[in-house]
C-alpha cells in the first residue's frame, strides 16, 4: 500500500512540483529555527556556572576625566574607590575585573597558542577574589593567589572544555606550556563552568592573572569592579556608593548595574530574535499549509468519480480517507528526503560548530514531526470530504 502511495505521488509529480518545493523550503526553514531552539534549550537548561544573584557590577568611567589627569592620579583614585567600598559591610567581596562581564557586549576572543598549538578562545583577567566573588565552582587545581605574584611563571586558568582539549582528559595541573612561543605559562586550575556571555551561549575561556599592584608601572586600571552584596542592600544604598564615588572621584562617572537586571535585558533581547524567527517560519509554514489545503481540495472535486467509482467496487469509507491522507503524508516524504539531504551536510560541514551534531539530530527530528503534523491537520478536512462521496455519484456523472 505505501509503495502504491509513492508511485501515484510519482506519476503526479509535475502537478505536485511547486508544492514539494514549498515543502522543502518549509523543512529547511524550520530545521534552522529547531537548530537554534534546541541548541538555546539545552543551554538554557545547562548550569550558568557563576551566581548573578546580589552581584552587582560597578562601572567606574574613568574615560571620561580630563586630559589633564595622570595615569598616577587615576591610581591613586582607584585606590580611594577601593578603601571606600571595604568600609562598607553591605559588600561581602569585591573583584578588580577588565573585559568579558557576565551579560556584557565586550568580548575579548584571541588565539592562544601553547606548544606551538592554536587555541580560539575568550581571554579573560581576573584578580584573586574573582572567583569567590562569582561563585566559581574549581574543579580541579586552585584559583590565583596572592603568591603568585611573586612566582617566576605565569599562572593560567582554563575552563573545562579547554581542558581537555589541551590535556587529553588527563591530570596535568602543575603542567608548564610555552605560550606565543616565547612566555612560559604553568597551568594551575580548572573552572568547571564559566558561560559568561549568558544562558544560551558557551565560550571557552583562559583565565589570566589581573595585576593589583598600583604602584608597578605599567599596570592598567580595570574598566569595572564587580560587587558581591548581602541580601539586604537596597536602591537606597546604591544611590548613597554612587554620591560617596563621586565625591571620591568628581571626574569620572561611575553607574552600578545588576548582574539580575543584565540577565533579564538579555533574555529578553533573545526572546525578540526568537520571536522574529519564528514569525517568519510560521508566515511561510502558514502558506504551505494553505497552498497544501487547496491542492488537496481541489484534487477531491476533480477525483469525484474516481472516488465514487470506488466506492461502488467496495472500497470502504476508511480507506478511502487513509488514501488521501497517505497520498499527502508520501508527498511530504519526497520532500523531506531531498531536505534532509541537504540538512545533515550542516554538521558534517561545520558551518556553526556551536551547534552539537546531537541538537541537529533533535532539530531535524522536530522538524519532520512538524511538517507531519501539518500535512495530517490540512489532509484531515479533504479526507473527511472523499469519504462522504456516495457511489451513486459515479452513476450520475457518467
Not at 21 to 34: A, D, G, K, R, T
Amino acid at each position: 500500500m505505501i509503495r502504491h502511495l509513492f508511485r501515484l505521488v510519482w506519476n503526479r509529480k509535475k502537478r505536485n512540483l511547486l508544492l514539494m518545493f514549498e515543502i522543502f523550503c518549509s523543512f529547511l526553514v524550520l530545521f534552522y529555527l529547531m537548530s537554534i531552539l534546541v541548541s538555546f534549550t539545552t543551554r538554557y537548561l545547562t548550569p550558568l556556572g557563576f551566581e548573578y544573584e546580589n552581584v552587582w557590577v560597578l562601572s567606574l568611567g574613568y574615560e571620561h576625566a580630563g586630559e589633564g589627569v595622570s595615569d598616577e592620579q587615576q591610581k591613586n583614585t582607584l585606590q580611594q574607590v577601593v578603601l571606600e567600598l571595604k568600609s562598607h559591610p553591605e559588600i561581602t567581596n569585591y573583584s578588580l575585573a577588565m573585559g568579558c562581564l557576565p551579560y556584557g557586549r565586550s568580548v575579548w576572543m584571541n588565539t592562544l597558542k601553547l606548544d606551538g598549538k592554536d587555541y580560539q578562545s575568550t581571554i579573560i583577567l581576573a584578580d584573586t577574589n574573582f572567583a569567590q566573588t562569582m561563585g566559581l565552582t574549581i574543579s580541579n587545581g586552585r584559583w590565583f593567589s596572592s603568591a603568585d605574584r611573586l612566582a617566576g611563571v605565569a599562572p593560567l586558568i582554563v575552563s573545562g572544555d579547554l581542558y581537555e582539549e589541551i590535556t587529553g582528559d588527563t591530570i596535568a595541573i602543575g603542567r608548564r606550556f610555552v605560550k606565543d612561543d616565547s612566555v612560559e605559562v604553568e597551568l594551575i586550575g580548572v573552572v568547571d563552568n564559566y558561560r559568561f556571555r549568558g544562558d544560551f551561549e558557551n565560550t571557552p575561556g583562559f583565565w589570566f592573572r589581573f595585576k593589583q599592584n598600583f604602584d608597578s608601572a605599567g599596570v592598567s586600571l580595570p574598566d569595572n569592579i564587580i560587587l558581591r552584596v548581602g541580601s539586604g542592600a537596597t536602591g537606597r544604598f546604591e544611590q548613597q556608593l554612587l554620591d560617596n564615588l563621586k565625591r571620591i572621584a568628581p571626574e569620572w562617572s561611575p553607574r552600578i548595574e545588576t548582574l539580575s537586571d543584565r540577565r533579564s535585558s538579555y533574555i529578553r533581547d533573545n526572546m525578540f530574535r526568537l520571536l522574529g524567527m519564528g514569525s517568519v517560519a510560521g508566515f511561510l509554514v502558514l502558506n504551505v499549509a494553505l497552498g497544501l489545503f487547496g491542492v488537496l481540495w481541489y484534487s477531491i472535486n476533480r477525483r469525484r468519480s474516481e472516488i465514487a467509482l470506488r466506492r461502488a467496487l467496495g472500497a470502504d469509507r476508511q480507506g478511502i480517507a487513509g488514501q488521501i491522507i497517505g497520498e499527502a503524508l508520501a508527498l511530504a516524504s519526497l520532500a523531506m528526503l531531498i531536505g534532509l539531504f541537504f540538512a545533515v551536510q550542516v554538521p558534517l560541514l561545520g558551518f556553526d560548530s556551536t551547534i552539537g551534531f546531537g541538537e541537529y539530530l533533535m532539530a531535524m527530528l522536530l522538524s519532520i514531526l512538524a511538517i507531519y503534523t501539518l500535512v495530517l491537520v490540512c489532509s484531515y478536512y479533504p479526507g473527511w470530504l472523499g469519504m462522504r462521496i456516495h457511489p451513486a455519484q459515479a452513476l450520475r456523472d457518467e
